[in-house]
């Protein structure tokens, strides 16, 4: 195969969308898959829906998963300038071009293409196979190329840069389909060789409709916000329409570019699971080495107390880092219960056994000198008051946390609330259970 050479070509009119990011990846992939050259071109023309900070955005969201540019803004490899407000000159020159060429015509101060009447256009798409539409089809209207303030449309500056800058393939939704033969019309008036196609069918919410912002779906900044690795974040998109084959799921970037193929990309659209993408997030999330994951939830962790030691207990329970603070907010204080939380028939406890238990407790912590997870669960498991192990263990989780279940057991929450708030917790808890409230 030829040098491949693929763009990514975003407008800044927005956020990072799943769909775009998913396009950029697939971009990516090809391209490396192959040794070729990845180019990230920025596509301004329409001012009037250029939104402010969406530019740094494209930037950061993919500088954060590791889809790093060959040539671009700032990366000048021969073939720019890579931002099309930047390329006006160009537009004119080649709309002039194609009106000698009869593949266009001056309408008052705009450029319009000229569509044969008679015919049909063809193009073959690497996902959809070739493609026939008659040229009288209401589809290949004879739409504006160069506007009268000498700017180009999105239709037309997308095939003067992609010959110029020599893309090869173009990744692109499916959405695009349509107007596919008006590019291929281009291409032919200019004499030029067209790219490979290769469209992509919608990420979807539901059965009916596509993601969208303005519905409510979630960008990638606001995935990241909400707790997504990024890593778990590209893992999962590869997969939402493509597929390596097997049954493996968890991927590097590495090992996604090794295995993309252009055979792998479904023609059915594919939908956007956040449940699959949890799974997939915890699962990033266990494999950060322990104090990396204890410095990303610092932050959500009451200050009081070890950041290492709480986070050594939520790492394994945590799908996304935002769960932090609501998985560690029994350290900050006891939330309301009831009583009846006491009661457990595998432990054989009821709230007057926790009386009796608490109790007990209370004078033997009271004489431990050595306040770590280890001897704690020793004075528990060894301790003569005619109860079992388990309810010792479940009366004292259910007195300090307040919670039947708790990340970590019930002496490795005791060791990290350290010796003064555990008895305190205890001494309230029992009074409770005293006063029946």
């Not at 930037?59 to 300038?81: A, N, Q, T, Y």
């Not at 394994?316 to 560690?328: G, H, P, Q, V, Y």
């Not at 007195?399 to 708030?421: D, F, H, Q, R, Y």
Request: hydrophobic share 40%; aromatic share 10%; net charge negative.
């Amino acid at each position: 195969m030829s040098h491949i050479r693929t763009r990514f070509a975003p407008s800044p009119t927005g956020y990072m969308h799943i769909g775009n990011l998913r396009t950029a990846l697939y971009t990516y992939l090809l391209a490396k898959h192959e040794g070729g050259t990845f180019i990230l071109r920025i596509e301004d023309t329409d001012q009037n829906r250029y939104v402010e900070g969406a530019l740094d955005a494209i930037f950061r969201s993919l500088d954060d998963c590791g889809i790093i540019f060959d040539e671009g803004p700032g990366k000048d490899g021969g073939f720019g300038p890579y931002v099309q407000s930047e390329r006006r000159a160009l537009y004119k020159e080649y709309a002039e071009k194609l009106i000698e060429l009869g593949g266009a015509y001056r309408d008052d101060e705009a450029i319009r293409q000229r569509i044969p009447r008679e015919g049909e256009t063809k193009f073959t798409d690497a996902v959809f196979g070739e493609i026939t539409v008659p040229n009288e089809s209401a589809s290949l209207d004879e739409g504006v190329l160069l506007k009268s303030d000498g700017l180009p449309t999105y239709n037309f500056a997308n095939v003067i840069d992609d010959h110029l800058m020599g893309i090869t393939h173009v990744v692109r939704g499916s959405e695009y389909l349509p107007s596919t033969p008006k590019y291929t019309l281009l291409y032919e008036a200019f004499g030029w060789e067209p790219p490979l196609y290769i469209h992509v069918s919608p990420v979807m919410r539901d059965a009916t409709h596509k993601l969208s912002k303005r519905a409510g779906d979630p960008t990638y900044e606001d995935l990241t916000a909400q707790g997504y690795l990024p890593e778990a974040i590209l893992n999962y998109v590869a997969l939402v329409g493509w597929s390596p084959g097997g049954e493996r799921e968890f991927y590097t970037l590495r090992e996604l570019t090794e295995a993309f193929t252009i055979s792998g990309i479904s023609k059915s659209p594919a939908l956007f699971d956040i449940v699959k993408l949890n799974y997939f997030n915890a699962h990033y999330i266990r494999e950060l080495p322990p104090e990396d994951f204890a410095a990303r939830i610092a932050s959500q962790l009451p200050a009081e107390y070890d950041a290492n030691a709480i986070a050594a207990l939520l790492q394994s329970r945590t799908e996304k880092l935002t769960d932090a603070k609501e998985l560690a907010a029994f350290f900050e204080a006891v939330p309301e219960y009831s009583l009846e939380l006491y009661r457990n028939k595998k432990a054989k406890t009821t709230p007057e056994a926790a009386l009796q238990i608490l109790v007990k407790l209370s004078t033997l912590l009271q004489s431990l000198t050595d306040w770590t997870d280890e001897a704690l669960f020793t004075l528990l498991s060894e301790a003569e008051d005619g109860f079992t192990k388990n309810a010792r263990l479940w009366v004292l989780r259910i007195a300090i946390s307040g919670l039947a279940v708790t990340p970590g057991g019930a002496t490795a929450i005791a060791a990290i609330l350290g010796k003064a708030e555990t008895l305190s917790r205890i001494t309230s808890a029992i009074g409770r259970l005293q006063n029946g409230v």
